[in-house]
């Protein structure tokens, strides 16, 4: 407990997340001493401060090539959706770029039905990753969470009465 008291300024308990019979009781920590130079991937794409490509001509489907040119640490969070270059992605594991790094991050596809360009950088979605879906690709091994992916996306398609020609999560509108 002492550790929380030096830490963090605050704990707020948010809703609880149900995935089938497990309950988990998500917290919020406000920290004393954040960090005044982390931002997000919205922020930085906001400020154009940040590129994200497919790795070169041909891409590949689980990397792309994420730019910092900012003075800030950008933090790009696990779930956040990408769209644009040959199809649209979602970040696999969140990762703290250092401020004027390159770096190749690890993705997953969320458009299985596409891989041509419609541009050659990505930009950035107001979608994210469910809990749910994001529980779901961790519990299985490395090669399978692609196919888990477009499982749950499908699943999501199917259970709403939707259709998209390329199983595109950024397609999908809730009601």
């Known amino acids: 407990m002492t550790i929380l008291n030096i830490q963090f300024d605050d704990v707020h308990f948010l809703n609880d997340v149900k995935f089938g019979s497990v309950e988990f009781q998500p917290l919020n920590f406000l920290f004393k001493n954040k960090p005044k130079n982390l931002k997000s991937i919205d922020q930085l794409f906001d400020e154009d401060m940040v590129s994200i490509e497919e790795i070169g001509l041909d891409g590949r489907v689980e990397e792309v090539n994420v730019k910092n040119f900012s003075k ?22 969140s990762v703290i770029l250092k401020p004027r790094e390159t770096r190749n991050v690890d993705v997953l596809c969320v458009e299985k039905g596409r891989w041509s360009f419609r541009n050659h950088e990505f930009s950035q979605h107001n979608s ?48």
């Open 128 to 175: 994210k990753l469910s809990p749910e879906i994001r529980f779901s690709k961790e519990t299985v091994k490395n090669y399978n969470k692609q196919n888990t992916v477009w499982n749950e996306i499908d699943k999501i398609y199917t259970e709403n009465n939707q259709y998209s020609n390329t199983s595109d999560f950024c397609e999908f509108k809730e009601e």
């Open 72 to 93: 800030d640490f950008l933090f790009v969070a696990d779930g956040e959706a990408i769209v644009g270059a040959k199809q649209n992605r979602t970040i696999d594991k």
